[in-house]
C-alpha cells in the first residue's frame, strides 16, 4: 500500500499562493495521485487528480514529477473559504479504493 | 441533484442498543464504503461494498454490521459490541473501474453516546 507523508499544518495569508506537498515514494504504477478538501463536520470533496506531469482545474493545479514519488498541490490566491483539511492519497481508486489509506491530511489555516 | 444522502445528522447511542445509519446514493455508483473518523484524525475503512449482496471488511469491522440488498443503499449497523462508538461517520460511493476514479462523500453522521 502506497504511504503518503504531507505537512500536519499550514499557514498562509489571503491572496497568498500555497504549495502543499505529499511524498509517496513507494507508488505503483497503476496508481493515481488524488487530493481531497474537507471542511469541519462535512465529507470530503474531491479537488483534483493525476497520474503525471501537471494537472489543473479551476480550483487548484497539482504538479507530479516524473519519477511520481511525490506531488504538489498548488492553491492559488487563497481565501478564508479555503480554510480546511487536505488529504493527499494514492491509488486506484476506480478498481482498488478500498486499499485507499487516508492519512491525517495537511489542516491548512489562512489569515486575513 | 445526485449524490449521496446521510441520516440522520446527528444521533445518540445508549449502552446495550444497537443503531442503524442511512446512507442513500442516486450516482448509479457500484461501489459503496463506509468510513469512521475521529476527531483531529483522518478516515479509517469500515466496510466496503463493490455489487450489490455483497460487502468486504475494511480495517475496523469489529463491533459493525452492513447490508447492501439495493444498488442505491448501503446501511451501517452499530452493534452494542462496539465499545467505543462515539465518532463521525461518512459514506462514499464510487465508480469501479480502471484508471482511477473520485470517491463522492455524504455530510455524514455524529455518533455519540449517552
Known amino acids: 500500500l502506497a504511504k503518503t507523508t504531507q505537512p500536519i499544518s499550514m499557514d498562509s495569508y489571503e491572496g497568498q499562493e500555497v504549495n502543499i506537498t505529499c511524498s509517496h515514494n513507494?507508488?505503483?504504477?497503476?496508481?493515481?495521485i488524488t487530493w481531497y478538501q474537507q471542511f469541519p463536520s462535512q465529507g470530503p470533496r474531491f479537488i483534483i487528480q493525476?497520474?503525471?506531469t501537471k494537472v489543473t482545474n479551476e480550483v487548484a493545479s497539482l504538479f507530479i514529477p516524473a519519477d511520481r514519488k511525490s506531488s504538489t498541490l498548488s492553491l492559488p490566491r487563497v481565501s478564508l473559504s479555503d480554510t480546511a483539511v487536505y488529504y493527499c492519497?494514492?491509488?486506484?481508486?476506480?478498481?482498488?479504493?478500498?486499499?485507499?489509506?487516508f492519512g491525517s491530511g495537511t489542516r491548512l489555516s489562512i489569515r486575513p | 441533484d445526485g449524490g449521496i444522502t446521510q441520516s440522520p445528522k446527528y444521533l445518540f447511542r445508549k449502552e446495550g442498543q444497537n443503531v442503524t445509519l442511512s446512507c442513500e446514493q442516486n450516482?448509479?455508483?457500484?461501489?459503496m464504503y463506509w468510513y469512521r473518523q475521529d476527531p483531529g484524525q483522518g478516515l479509517r475503512l469500515i466496510y466496503y461494498?463493490?455489487?450489490?449482496?455483497?460487502?468486504q471488511k475494511g480495517d475496523i469491522a469489529e463491533g459493525y454490521s452492513v447490508s447492501r440488498e439495493k444498488k442505491e443503499s448501503f446501511p451501517l449497523t452499530v452493534t452494542s459490541a462496539q465499545k467505543n462508538p462515539t465518532a463521525f461517520y461518512l459514506c462514499?460511493?464510487?465508480?469501479?473501474?480502471?484508471?482511477?476514479?473520485?470517491?463522492?462523500f455524504g455530510s455524514g453522521t455524529q455518533l455519540s453516546v449517552l
Open positions: 493525476g497520474y503525471k
Open positions: 462514499a460511493s464510487s465508480r469501479v473501474r480502471q484508471g482511477g476514479e473520485k470517491l463522492f
Open positions: 513507494n507508488i505503483a504504477t497503476n496508481d493515481y
Open positions: 461494498s463493490q455489487i450489490v449482496n455483497d460487502f
Open positions: 492519497l494514492v491509488g486506484d481508486t476506480g478498481s482498488s479504493a478500498s486499499k485507499i489509506i
Open positions: 450516482l448509479n455508483h457500484d461501489a
